[in-house]
C-alpha cells in the first residue's frame, strides 16, 4: 500500500458527461501528478501540483482539468468524455521539494473510467 | 516517433533466469533514468533510478545507462516468480518535473 487512495475505484459513464476524480496523498507529501494509462498510449503525464499551485503540464486536453486543495487533495475534473478517454487515471504523490531531483513518486490504484 | 521506446513483449522465462529490459529514447536532455515495477491491477512502484550515465545495483537489481548510445537496460538476476510484472523505464529532465514513460514490458517467469 503506497499511502496514496484515490476514489472511485471504478467509473462507467457515457460519452459528453462529466466527472470528476479524487486522490488524497500521502500524508506530509506536498506534490501531486496525475497520469493516464491507456493501451495504445502507454502511461502519460497530465499535470503536477504542488502546495496548491500547477507546477507541471503535460499532454493534458482542454477537457480536462486539476486542482489541488489546501488540505492537499487533488481533483481531475474531465468533461465533455470521449470513448478515447477511456482509461486508467493514476494519482502519484511525493515530497516536493523545491529543486533537483527526482523525487520518488508514490502512485495510488488508479480508477478505471471506462466511457460508453 | 515516441519520446522513448520500450519493447512490450511479453517476455516469459524459467525461474531462475535472468531477465533483460531495455529502453531506447531521443531526447538528449534526459538525465535521471528510472525503472517502475507494475503488478496487474496496481499503480506503478519505483524499483530504481539511476542520474546521468553508469551503473547501479540494488540487490538482483541491475540498472545501466548509455547517455552516448541513449540506451538504458534492466537486469533482473535469479528471476522469481514473483518478479512477473510490467517493467515500465522512465526518464526526466533535471528540474523538468514530468516523467516520459515507456510503453512497459511485460515479463513473466515461469516456475
Known amino acids: 500500500d503506497s499511502g496514496v487512495t484515490q476514489t472511485p475505484k471504478h467509473l462507467i459513464t457515457a460519452t459528453g458527461q462529466r466527472v470528476t476524480l479524487r486522490c488524497s496523498p500521502r500524508?506530509?507529501?506536498?506534490?501531486v501528478y496525475w497520469y493516464q494509462q491507456s493501451l495504445d498510449q502507454g502511461l502519460q503525464f497530465l499535470i503536477q501540483?504542488?502546495?496548491?499551485?500547477?507546477?507541471a503540464k503535460g499532454n493534458i486536453l482542454e477537457r480536462f482539468s486539476a486542482q489541488q486543495f489546501p488540505d492537499l487533495h487533488s481533483e481531475l475534473n474531465l468533461s465533455s468524455l470521449e470513448l478515447g478517454d477511456s482509461a486508467l487515471y493514476f494519482c502519484a504523490s511525493s515530497v516536493g521539494l523545491l529543486a533537483g531531483g527526482p523525487e520518488e513518486q508514490y502512485f495510488g490504484p488508479g480508477t478505471r473510467l471506462t466511457v460508453t | 516517433q515516441k519520446e522513448v521506446e520500450q519493447d512490450p513483449g511479453p517476455l516469459s522465462v524459467p525461474e531462475g533466469a535472468i531477465v533483460s529490459l531495455n529502453c531506447t529514447y531521443s531526447?538528449?536532455?534526459?538525465?535521471?533514468f528510472m525503472w517502475y515495477r507494475q503488478y496487474s491491477r496496481k499503480g506503478p512502484e519505483l524499483l530504481m533510478y539511476?542520474?546521468?550515465?553508469g551503473n547501479k545495483e540494488d540487490g538482483r537489481f541491475t540498472a545501466q545507462v548509455d547517455k552516448s548510445s541513449k540506451y538504458i537496460s534492466l537486469f533482473i538476476r535469479d528471476s522469481q516468480p514473483s518478479d512477473s510484472a510490467t517493467y515500465l523505464c522512465a526518464m526526466e529532465i533535471t528540474n523538468d518535473y514530468k516523467l516520459s514513460f515507456g510503453a512497459g514490458t511485460t515479463v513473466t517467469v515461469r516456475a
Open positions: 501540483y504542488y502546495n496548491g499551485e500547477e507546477r
Open positions: 531526447n538528449s536532455a534526459f538525465q535521471y
Open positions: 539511476t542520474y546521468s550515465s
Open positions: 500524508s506530509g507529501d506536498l506534490s
